[in-house]
């Protein structure tokens, strides 16, 4: 398992167009896993989904890796990973976001996080309202939060075939991500990230204007690398619309899950 994992890894980077940098989900995978990848490639950045499991990969794997949380993160479980973590994708309401600051300002780090926006028709998704997510911003409360960094926003669509219900609820993402960065970040290039899209509905999440993304690979097939980076191709109207030269040195973020 482990030489298929650094194989594949190595393929996926080696296929990379410049500019795109692969974070490796590694939730289920064993250290082994991870520390095989480690030796074998250049790959540093892992995600994990559940606390304990990524308390004991952090405390038995190398200290350079740079460890992301996706999935929920309840508020008694941030202070097992605020020492370490790197960015915490999965903020889905005030209180927790209150929570990671204050752990984090006790341990004396600044930890970087995305903010869930739900624009799913399911109810079983969590995170907030786009309107929610702009009036939180407005109360002005996370600026006095010394130990975070809001980087950007993520979402999930509804698990369905419609590809127009998908579209339409990641061009909510999209534009609720450009009214915050036009009214709260206008001169804070860290607010970039832009965080859409899974297996299922990735191709969907770039045309959406996603620069993060969890695809089974890199590029679906007959289509050109290029055409899967930040203005690389005349598939993506929605993010030209609005683009900026920030967002241009955006770096694009793919996820791939090792071993899977």
Not at 29 to 51: K, L
Not at 123 to 142: H, I, N, R, V
Not at 193 to 206: C, K, N, Q, T
Not at 232 to 248: A, F, K, R, S, V
Request: hydrophobic residues 40%; aromatic residues 10%; glycine residues 4%.
């Amino acid at each position: 398992m482990e030489k298929q994992a650094v194989q594949k890894i190595n393929e996926i980077r080696s296929s990379l167009p410049q500019g795109v940098e692969l974070v490796a989900v590694s939730k289920y995978h064993p250290a082994e896993v991870i520390q095989a990848i480690y030796e074998g490639s250049r790959q540093r950045i892992f995600a994990e989904s559940h606390a304990q499991e990524l308390q004991q990969k952090h405390e038995a794997l190398p200290k350079d890796i740079q460890w992301h949380f996706i999935g929920h993160l309840q508020r008694n479980k941030v202070k097992y990973i605020v020492p370490y973590i790197s960015l915490i994708h999965s903020v889905d309401s005030p209180r927790l976001l209150t929570e990671i600051n204050k752990q984090a300002v006790a341990t004396g780090r600044r930890v970087d996080c995305l903010l869930q926006l739900h624009v799913a028709q399911e109810e079983t998704k969590f995170g907030f309202t786009p309107q929610e997510c702009l009036d939180y911003l407005a109360s002005g409360e996370w600026k006095q939060m010394t130990g975070i960094r809001i980087r950007g926003m993520m979402c999930m669509a509804s698990n369905v075939n419609d590809e127009e219900q998908i579209a339409s609820e990641f061009r909510l993402a999209l534009q609720t991500f450009n009214q915050a960065r036009q009214t709260f970040f206008q001169d804070n290039a860290d607010f970039s990230i832009r965080s859409w899209g899974m297996s299922h509905d990735y191709p969907i999440a770039l045309r959406c204007g996603s620069n993060m993304v969890e695809p089974p690979s890199l590029a679906p097939e007959n289509t050109d690398e290029a055409s899967c980076l930040p203005f690389g191709g005349q598939d993506y109207p929605i993010w030209h619309e609005n683009c900026t030269i920030l967002e241009i040195e955006c770096k694009f973020h793919a996820f791939f899950l090792a071993g899977a």
